[in-house]
C-alpha cells in the first residue's frame, strides 16, 4: 500500500496496515509495537498538509471506528466512533436535531483527525472544534484503554493530541440543538476590511474572507444566527457557483496560471471578480462546508488578532514587490480565545491566517516569507499544515507545550507513535 495525502505533497509505504474494530483491538496493536521495537501512526482521511500522519512502519487506520455509538438528547452529549468523517457527523447529528456549533469549510476529515490537529472554523465568540470534547476513549501504549475526562492532564492534552498520545478510538462531543445561517457574501475593499479587522469579525456569528493576491478587495463571508429566515440556494445555482465556477473554472484558471505565471496577477484580479454576491439560509453544516476539488497546497498561523492587519499589509508589500505568482487566495478566520493546551488561540483572541498555492505551481519562498511575517508576531502553526518550526521555538508560543509532552512521556515512552515530523515539532 502507498500511503498520499491529500495534496499529494507527503507519501509513504507502511510495511502493515491494520484496522482495529475497537479500542481493545487499538491497545493492543500499540502494545506489541512496544514489545517488537516498531513504531505505529494512526491514520485518518489524510487531509493535513503537513507529515504529521506519515507512516513508516505499522499504520493504524480509524475507518472500522466510525458511528455515532451513543447520544444524550437531554444534554447535547454524543459519543462518536474517532473514523467518522465529519460529513457523516454532521448528518448524523442533523437527523438528531443536533449540530456542531462551529466547524471549518471542509468535511472531508475524519473527527479525530480534525480534533487532534486543531481544526478551528471562525466566529469571533466561537472556538476551534477541540473545545466541544468532553470525553476521549485512548488506547495507550501500555495496552490500556482510557477514558479521559476534563480536569485531569490527560484529557486536557488529548484534546489536540497530534496523534502522539495513543490511538483515539472515541470521542465525546458537546453539541447544540441544530441550527440554520442566514449566510452572506459579498465584496469589500481590502483597505477597508483591514482598517478595522476587529469590526469585522463582529459583524457576524460566523465572519472570514477571502483575498486572492494582487487584488484589491476581498470576497467575505458572514453567516448570522438571527433567526435564519430564508431560503437555501437553488439548486442549479448551488451548483453554477460551487461546481462550475468554485472548482472547474477555478482550476481551470490555476492551471493556466501555472502554465504561464505572468498571467497570475491578471488572473487573480478576474478571480477576485467573480467572486460575487448571493445570500442565502440553510442548515448550518450545508452552509459551513463546500466542496474543494481544485488541490493545493498550505500554510497556517494563528495570530493574536490585534496583529492581522499588520501581517496582512506586510504579505501584500511582498506580493506587490515581487508580483509572486501566487494563485490561491489567503484566507483570514477569526476565534475565540480558549483554554485547549495546544490551540492557536490559548489565551488570545486569535485571527488564523492561510496562504495557499495550487497544487500544480511551486511554493517558491512565499511559504518562508510568511513564516518570518508571522514570527515577528509569535504566530503558532497550525498544526495539519506545512510550517518549519521545531520544538524549541513552539516551546516559546505555547506556554503548555512542556505540560503536554509530559503526558507524553508519560503514555508513550518509548515513542511508538513517533515519526520524524512528531520528532521535529516534539523532541525525541
Known amino acids: 500500500m502507498t500511503w498520499s495525502n491529500w495534496s499529494g505533497t507527503v507519501t509513504a509505504t507502511p510495511r502493515q496496515v491494520v484496522a482495529p ?42 475507518a472500522a471506528l466510525a458511528g455515532v455509538r451513543d447520544h444524550n438528547l437531554a444534554n447535547g452529549r454524543v459519543w462518536v466512533g474517532a473514523g467518522t468523517r465529519l460529513s457523516h457527523l454532521n448528518r448524523a447529528l442533523d437527523t438528531l436535531g443536533l449540530a456542531l456549533p462551529n466547524l471549518g469549510d471542509i468535511d472531508r476529515q475524519t473527527i479525530a483527525g480534525a480534533v487532534a490537529t486543531g481544526t478551528h472554523g471562525t466566529g469571533l465568540g466561537l472556538f476551534g472544534i477541540a473545545a466541544a470534547v468532553v470525553g476521549v476513549e485512548l ?45 452572506v457574501e459579498e465584496q469589500l475593499p481590502l483597505a477597508e476590511v483591514l ?5 469585522f469579525a463582529a459583524s457576524a456569528d460566523h465572519a472570514e474572507f477571502f483575498w486572492f493576491p494582487h487584488a484589491d478587495t476581498v470576497a467575505t463571508r458572514r453567516n448570522h444566527r438571527d433567526g435564519a429566515d430564508g431560503d437555501p440556494l437553488p439548486r442549479w445555482r448551488e451548483v ?29 484580479r478576474l478571480s477576485a471578480r467573480v467572486m460575487g454576491s448571493r445570500t442565502y439560509t440553510d442548515r448550518s453544516h450545508r452552509v459551513f462546508c463546500s466542496p474543494r476539488r481544485v488541490r ?51 489565551g488570545r483572541a486569535t485571527a488564523y491566517v492561510a496562504v495557499h498555492q495550487y497544487a500544480g505551481s511551486p511554493v517558491g519562498e512565499s511559504f518562508d516569507v510568511f513564516e518570518r511575517i508571522v514570527a515577528e508576531h509569535d504566530g503558532r502553526p497550525h498544526w495539519g499544515k506545512q510550517h518549519s518550526l521545531g520544538v524549541d521555538r513552539l516551546r516559546e508560543v505555547h506556554p503548555r507545550l512542556d505540560d503536554f509532552l509530559a503526558v507524553r512521556d508519560r503514555l508513550d515512552p518509548a515513542r511508538v507513535l513517533a515519526n520524524p515530523h512528531l520528532e521535529r515539532i516534539l523532541g525525541a
Not at 141 to 170: H, K, M, Q, W, Y
Not at 195 to 199: E, F, L, Q
Open 296 to 346: 493545493f497546497v498550505e500554510s497556517e498561523y494563528a495570530v493574536p488578532l490585534d496583529a492581522v492587519a499588520a501581517v496582512l499589509r506586510e504579505l501584500r508589500a511582498w506580493y506587490d514587490r515581487t508580483r509572486a505568482p501566487i494563485q490561491f487566495p489567503v484566507e483570514v478566520r477569526f476565534v475565540a480565545a480558549d483554554d485547549v493546551w495546544l490551540s492557536g488561540a490559548y
Open 21 to 62: 474494530v475497537d479500542a481493545a483491538a487499538a491497545a493492543g496493536v500499540l502494545a506489541r509495537a512496544v514489545d517488537s521495537g516498531r513504531k505505529v501512526r494512526p491514520l485518518g482521511s489524510g487531509h493535513s498538509f503537513s507529515p504529521i500522519g506519515q507512516p513508516t512502519d505499522i499504520a493504524v487506520s480509524v
Open 139 to 183: 488506547a495507550t501504549a501500555s495496552g490500556e484503554v482510557l477514558r479521559c475526562r476534563p480536569g485531569d492532564g490527560t484529557f486536557e492534552a488529548a484534546r489536540i493530541n497530534l496523534g502522539a498520545l495513543g490511538i483515539v478510538s472515541a470521542l465525546e462531543l458537546q453539541t447544540v440543538p441544530a441550527f440554520r445561517l442566514r449566510a
Open 240 to 268: 453554477l457557483d460551487d461546481e462550475v465556477v468554485t472548482n472547474g473554472v477555478f482550476g481551470l484558471v490555476n492551471r493556466v496560471g501555472a502554465a504561464a505565471p505572468r498571467l497570475v496577477p491578471s488572473l487573480n
Open 195 to 199: 482598517a478595522d479587522p476587529h469590526g
